[in-house]
């Protein structure tokens, strides 16, 4: 079971990054995926969700309307728009258990190793 995510590195508020994360097409051809984050000193953050067809997708409060999850059979990506500081974290990709994405991190089954995402004013 491999997840490698990729994609992160500084960028200015206001700008913009595309993560990938790419899984093992066995692991991940029927299962939704999702991103979630980490911020230094504090809890993992649901970020976005999508389900095995692509058709669902679900974001947390804080990324509406600048993020987009989107994904190609086994690839997923997350297109950040406007990013601001609090949007510094790690970031993690995962493949959920089921069909479709969860907010609740622990619907998911297998997670990649992240990708910092350092935003600076």
């Known amino acids: 079971v491999q997840l490698q995510a990729s994609g992160g590195g500084l960028v200015q508020a206001g700008g913009s990054l595309r993560l990938s994360c790419a899984a093992s097409r066995r692991t991940s051809s029927n299962n939704g995926m999702g991103w979630f984050r980490q911020a230094p000193g504090k809890e993992r953050e649901f970020v976005a969700a999508i389900s095995w067809r692509g058709g669902g997708t679900i974001y947390g409060e804080s990324v509406k309307g600048r993020f987009t999850i989107s994904r190609d059979n086994s690839k997923m990506y997350l297109q950040m728009n406007n990013l601001k500081r609090e949007d510094t974290a790690v970031y993690y990709c995962?493949?959920?258990?089921?069909?479709?994405?969860?907010?609740?991190?622990?619907?998911?089954?297998?997670w990649g190793q992240g990708t910092l995402v350092t935003v600076s004013s």
């Open positions: 995962a493949v959920a258990r089921s069909s479709t994405g969860t907010p609740n991190a622990g619907g998911y089954q297998y």
